[in-house]
Structures are given as structure tokens and as C-alpha cells.
């Protein structure tokens, strides 16, 4: 650490790059694994609604408040994130009933 509290430039050079490390294998892993269940035999129905969902935003700025208000994206994304956790040990399915 550099004086006042402040890490050093190398600290804080290496910091980063292990967040953008770490940020980039989570959204190859989630791109992947959603891509993966949408192309599934018997997910075509998925794949056409997230499709519609898609085109509608089109022509638009992409923003925070656009890609959140894509709810059906997003739970595809959530649901491709439970099945295939970027963590291990995390259980993937749910007791029947639930």
C-alpha cells in the first residue's frame, strides 16, 4: 500500500485485471449455457418467445432501464445461471412441489 491508504498502481493494475477476468468467464458462461438450453429439442417455444422479446427493443438505445425490462431475457438468463452455477456446489434442482 502506498501512502493514505491508496494501493500502488501494480496493485491496483493487477485488481483489475483479475475483475475483468473474472467478469468475462461468467458472461461466457452464462452466453453458453443459455444458448445451449435455448437450441434444445423441446425448447423451441423458449427460443421464439426470447426472440420476440428481443426484436421489440430493437431500434433502441441500449440502456440499463431497455435491458431491464426485458423480464423474460432475463429469466432465461437467471435459469441458465441456476443450472449451470459458475460456482460449484450449488445444488440445480428444485424438490418437486416447488
Known sequence: E?????LEEEHMVNNLLLLLEASQ???MLATTA???ELHKPG????LVKVRSEIA????QAVTTEMCASADYVSSCINEALRLY???GGIPKIL????
Open 2 to 6: 502506498a501512502k493514505g491508504g491508496c
Open 25 to 27: 468467464g461468467t458472461t
Open 34 to 36: 443459455l444458448f445451449g
Open 43 to 46: 425448447n423451441e417455444n423458449v
Open 56 to 59: 421489440s427493443l430493437q431500434g
Open 85 to 87: 452455477p459458475f460456482a
Open 95 to 98: 424438490p418437486a412441489g416447488d
